[in-house]
Structure formats: structure tokens, C-alpha cells
């Protein structure tokens, strides 16, 4: 259990960082455009993905022990979940990645290998995770979702409240990225020469 809050509480503060260091450049990457607007996204898909497995944790813990939900379906919903974000999450990932090791071979700084490491080991352990478990977990997704076709009205019921905590949880791991970003945006200075860049795409 201690574990399990630890991990919550640390994918908590990685989604924030994340959403926080995209407020801060999503004025710019609008102006810019190119590269640095797919990293804003890249980096807001991230926290995204991270609020939003915070959240169906909670949410399903929660919905178990209350009776809305049962047991055997935390399974489905959990999978379900990961099903939705993992393709996401490891396609922004390579472009963060393919980023951090520009940064250090712009700069040889023992920070700069330390995060071009860990992103190339978080990204080959997604990668190779979601090779593993994508197809156990959509078995399962199609076993537990089969109710919606069944006369069985407890398992109908069952589905449809895994299907709307799933789009709870993924709606309001999207809103806390776009309050994060929003509140950071534009906190930073800009260059001048982004100013009169946004000016002239203003006038335009």
C-alpha cells in the first residue's frame, strides 16, 4: 500500500513538472510553431496520461468499496485505461526522447545524459511493456465489455459504469493538464523576437 502511494504521489509530481514546463513555453511554441509546438504537446500528452492514471486508481479504489463497481471489473476498467493511453504516451515519449538527447549533444552536461538516460530507459520499458501487455489487457477489455451485448442486466450495468469512469478519469486528467498549462502560460519572459513574431501573426 505504501508503495502504491509513492508511485501515485511521484507520477503526481512528474505530471505536474510536465504540465508546468509546458505552460511555460506554450505561448512561444504558438508563435514558433514547428519542433518546440510538438514537444508542448508531447510534453501535455504526458501529464495527461499521468494525471489520468492517478485518478482512475482513486477513482476505481473508491468505486470498489463503495459496491458501485464490482471487483472483477477494476480489472477491465484499469485495462481499459491503459489501452487508451499507451500509444500516446509512447509516441510523445520518443519525440521528448529524440529532444533530450539533442539537448545533450548541444551540451555535454552530466544533468543533460542523466535525462536523455532515464527518458531512454522509461521509454524501452514502456515500449517493451505495452508489447507485452497490450493484448492480455485488450482480451480483457473485450471479455469485460462483452456485457453491453448480453442479456445479463447486472453485467450490462456493470459496463456501463467502467465506461464512464473511464471517461471521468481521462476528461479530468485532460482538464488538469489544460488548468496547469494555462495558469503557468506566458509566466516566463519572452523574447522580443517572439513578440514581434506574434505581432505580425496577429495582424496577419
Known sequence: MLMLVLVLGLNLVISFLNARNVGHVWAESKAVGGWIRLLAWCGAIQSSAGFTFVYAVVVGYIAVSTGYLPTAMLGVMMNLIYIMIIVPLIGS????TIQSWIAFARDKSLSNLGVAGWNTFAQAYNTYNAIQSF?????????????????????DNSTARVILL?????????????????????????????????RDLEYR
Open 93 to 96: 515519449g520518443i519525440f521528448i
Open 135 to 155: 493484448g492480455p489487457a485488450l482480451d480483457s477489455v473485450q471479455q469485460g465489455l462483452g456485457g453491453l451485448f448480453s442479456d445479463d442486466g447486472d453485467s
Open 166 to 198: 473511464v471517461a471521468i478519469v481521462l476528461l479530468a486528467g485532460v482538464l488538469t493538464t489544460s488548468v496547469i498549462v494555462r495558469r503557468y502560460e506566458a509566466s516566463l519572459p519572452v523574447s522580443e523576437e517572439i513578440r514581434r513574431g506574434t
